[in-house]
């Protein structure tokens, strides 16, 4: 299953948060199991949403959450830092 997986789109899973509903504002790879789901059932969001979702749906169904630990942590690091170095 891992080779098809984009890794720009394992990067925006861990960036990207849900535009709207009951979890509006968590991040996509955040979202809890029972929302995908539920997405699962209803029908998944047309376009990138959709496909963002059905593929973090698949990596939570198939225990493969450790596949985004190493790109969690880089995002984290990207975050701008607030120190000020005095010299």
């Known amino acids: 299953m891992t080779e098809g997986?984009?890794?720009e789109i394992l990067q925006e899973i861990c960036k990207v948060e849900m535009p709207f509903g009951k979890h509006k504002g968590t991040v996509l790879?955040?979202?809890p199991i029972s929302y995908?789901?539920?997405f699962q059932r209803q029908g998944m969001p047309p376009g990138?949403?959709?496909?963002q979702l059905s593929t973090i749906?698949?990596?939570k169904m198939n225990g493969?959450?450790?596949l985004l630990t190493p790109i969690r942590g880089?995002?984290?690091q990207e975050k701008p830092k607030n120190k000020i170095y005095k010299f």
């Open 57 to 59: 749906y698949e990596i």
């Open 48 to 51: 990138k949403l959709g496909m």
């Open 36 to 38: 995908l789901e539920w």
């Open 29 to 31: 790879a955040n979202l």
């Open 74 to 76: 880089k995002v984290q």
């Open 64 to 66: 493969l959450m450790d």
């Open 5 to 7: 997986l984009n890794p």
